[in-house]
């Protein structure tokens, strides 16, 4: 059984930065697209950047020029900066790597990722 495996979550003050990274803990293949989600308590689990194979990125309106996710598809690793965080980033933050065949889904377990003061 693959896992994700995340790190780099915990408490910052609003205005300040965080780098969250995802790993697999062994090879996953034919992956094509991975990404980062968020669920603050309360809410649904909302997408908040994902990026190709080949390296297109897609941003949430929220997390545009603010986050950035980098990341290697054949090393399973995907990253995330997030930087001028805000309080209402507050949530636990899930790694996400989609695979083509066989198709399926892989998440981290989370992590918590808290903005206050």
């Known amino acids: 059984q693959v896992q994700l495996v995340e790190s780099g979550g915990g408490l910052v003050q609003p205005g300040g930065s965080l780098r969250l990274s995802c790993a697999a803990s062994?090879?996953?293949?034919?992956?094509?697209?991975m990404g980062w989600y968020r669920q603050a308590p309360g809410k649904q689990r909302e997408l908040v950047a994902t990026m190709t194979d080949i390296g297109v990125t897609q941003y949430a309106d929220s997390a545009k020029g603010r986050f950035t996710i980098s990341g290697d598809a054949a090393k399973n690793t995907v990253d995330l900066q997030m930087n001028s965080l805000k309080p209402e980033d507050t949530a636990v933050y899930y790694c996400?790597?989609?695979?083509?065949?066989?198709?399926?889904?892989?998440w981290g377990q989370g992590t918590q990722v808290t903005v206050s003061s």
């Open positions: 996400n790597m989609k695979t083509t065949w066989p198709t399926k889904d892989h």
């Open positions: 062994r090879t996953i293949f034919n992956i094509y697209v």
